[in-house]
Antibody
Framework: QLQLQESGPGLVKPSETLSLSCTVS??????????WAWIRQPPGKGLESIGS???????HYNPSLKGRVTISVDTSKNQFSLKLSSVTAADTAVYYC????????????WGQGTLVTVSS | QSALTQPPSASGSPGQSVTISCTGT?????????VSWYQQHPGKAPQLMIY???KRPSGVPDRFSGSRSGNTASLTVSGLQAEDEADYYC???????????FGGGTKLTVL
């Protein structure tokens, strides 16, 4: 059974860079066709897709966040990561890592989510 | 403001049917079969309930069904049960942004 687990700081200062990792277990991040994604949810609000990556390095980023987002993959660790720069309080959210079957396929596996608060 | 429009709330009594709408445009909901629905219980990660407009993943009860008419997709929950009380989100690929967009979510209450 595929499992995803987010890790990283729960508190980030304004203007700094948010960094999270997602460890994939129970399957290979190199599985053909799969995309590995980040989605976030501000407290009490809806879902927002941040971006996704194929193990070959191909990425899709949310245009509203473009320029601040970098998603990378480390196949040797079976991990993928998120960096979001110049954060503000508006970036406070639960961040989920997830897997989708293809570029725009539905998300069929989710991590449990991790709350990241942006505050000084 | 979300790209896809959902009613903020919906409700029904146990055993009844409830339909939740998700309205977009011909550049997203109406133009592509990549419409999905997710269920989210409080404090939990979302779970995929419907994909490609009307397909159910294995393990999802057949009480859940999806459909689409024009630029509006719908999720119908038949035979409501207490455990169906949750937030529901629709999503779709959007060619205008070449990215995925979500609806604002609908809180389903089982009375």
């Amino acid at each position: 059974q595929l499992q995803l687990q987010e890790s990283g700081p729960g508190l980030v200062k304004p203007s700094e860079t948010l960094s999270l990792s997602c460890t994939v277990s129970g399957g290979s991040i190199r599985s053909s066709g799969y995309y590995w994604a980040w989605i976030r949810q501000p407290p009490g609000k809806g879902l927002e897709s941040i971006g996704s990556i194929h193990y070959t390095g191909r990425t899709h980023y949310n245009p509203s966040l473009k320029g601040r987002v970098t998603i990378s993959v480390d196949t040797s660790k079976n991990q993928f990561s998120l960096k979001l720069s110049s954060v503000t309080a508006a970036d406070t959210a639960v961040y989920y890592c997830a897997k989708r079957g293809g570029g725009w396929s539905p998300i069929d596996y989710w991590g449990q989510g991790t709350l990241v608060t942006v505050s000084s | 403001q979300s790209a896809l429009t959902q009613p903020p709330s919906a409700s029904g009594s146990p055993g009844q049917s409830v339909t939740i709408s998700c309205t977009g445009t011909s550049s997203d909901v109406g133009g592509f079969d990549s419409v999905s629905w997710y269920q989210q219980h409080p404090g939990k990660a979302p779970q995929l309930m419907i994909y490609e407009v009307n397909k159910r993943p294995s393990g999802v009860p057949d009480r859940f069904s999806g459909s689409r008419s024009g630029n509006t997709a719908s999720l119908t929950v038949s035979g409501l049960q207490a455990e169906d009380e949750a937030d529901y989100y629709c999503s779709s690929y959007a060619s205008s942004s070449n990215f995925e967009v979500f609806g604002g979510g609908t809180k389903l209450t089982v009375l």
